[in-house]
């Protein structure tokens, strides 16, 4: 233990002393700050695609009890209207919410009904209304879901760089960007970010690499890699959020890549892809304002 504390704070004066990093992270905790004060005024069309994995049945007479278990994969399409707010309990944590358009090519609800009904349930006082929309979520049939990998950036915000530690790993490219990509680690310590896990919020120490424009330090994407222990085996989670800039000025989710692994095995993989996106205001009534998708 006491080597390990040695070591970890060599690793954070080493990232300390890179001049290099106080700039690329202002300029990433101003985009978070962006973000977490304009998102609840935005929504955007969701496609999800969802395989997770079915277990065959327990019980097997025969040769076949003999036999490796057989797994199947369920898989999903599902389009939904994508927004994020918060619960009153909890006003600096944003959530996603999400309005389901249609399952596997099956329509659900008219894209502007649902639409307006995310709108209203995002900008309503009443929580009742931001429970029932992740309840509806959860009936479609998915597979162990996680959700809420769209606000990533959010780990930037000012306040919460503290609580990590940077490395500046080196340049690289992200499609015909030329990037800085840096290394976070958490730091162990009692505020370590907390996930729902089942009906428990579990404790993580998380780690991954934070992409940057190196023209401008603009964050462009965000990977994270936990591990979580299920019936006394080790499942990683982990998941890439890429972001592109919309003509109203804040970094918003272009996709997400998101797996869960156990012993080597896919349990779950969702692919979700944004476009569509919208600022509305609430007045009298709810007005969406000039249709905003993401430019490159």
Not at 235 to 255: E, F
């Amino acid at each position: 233990m006491h080597l390990r504390a040695i070591l970890t704070l060599a690793f954070a004066a080493a990232a300390l002393a890179d001049d290099r990093l106080e700039p690329i992270l202002n300029r990433v905790s101003e985009e978070a700050e962006v973000f977490q004060q304009q998102a609840t005024s935005v929504v955007g069309r969701e496609t999800l695609h969802h395989r997770g994995r079915k277990t065959g049945s327990r019980f097997r007479i025969g040769k076949a009890a003999l036999d490796a278990p057989k797994f199947s994969y369920l898989q999903r399409e599902i389009v939904s209207e994508y927004g994020f707010s918060t619960f009153q309990e909890a006003p600096e944590a944003l959530r996603e919410f999400r309005q389901v358009i249609s399952v596997d090519g099956r329509g659900v609800l008219k894209a502007d009904q649902a639409r307006l009904a995310l709108a209203a349930g995002m900008s309503s006082e009443d929580d009742r209304l931001r429970k029932r929309m992740l309840q509806d979520f959860e009936r479609y049939g998915t597979i162990g879901a996680a959700t809420d990998f769209g606000q990533m950036l959010l780990l930037f915000r000012r306040r919460g760089l503290a609580g990590y530690e940077f490395e500046i790993s080196g340049p690289g490219r992200m499609g015909a960007e030329e990037v800085i990509v840096i290394r976070y680690r958490q730091k162990e310590s009692p505020d370590a970010f907390r996930v729902y896990h089942g009906r428990e919020m579990t404790r993580v120490n998380m780690s991954g690499e934070l992409w940057v424009r190196a023209s401008d330090y603009i964050p462009l994407r965000v990977t994270m890699q936990a591990t979580l222990p299920e019936d006394g085996i080790p499942v990683i989670h982990s998941s890439t959020t890429d972001y592109l800039r919309s003509s109203h000025g804040l970094m918003l989710p272009a996709a997400v890549h998101y797996k869960k692994m156990a012993e080597g095995q896919i349990i779950v993989e969702n692919r979700y892809q944004y476009s569509q996106y919208q600022m509305f205001k609430v007045e009298a009534e709810i007005k969406f304002i000039a249709e905003d998708t993401p430019q490159p």
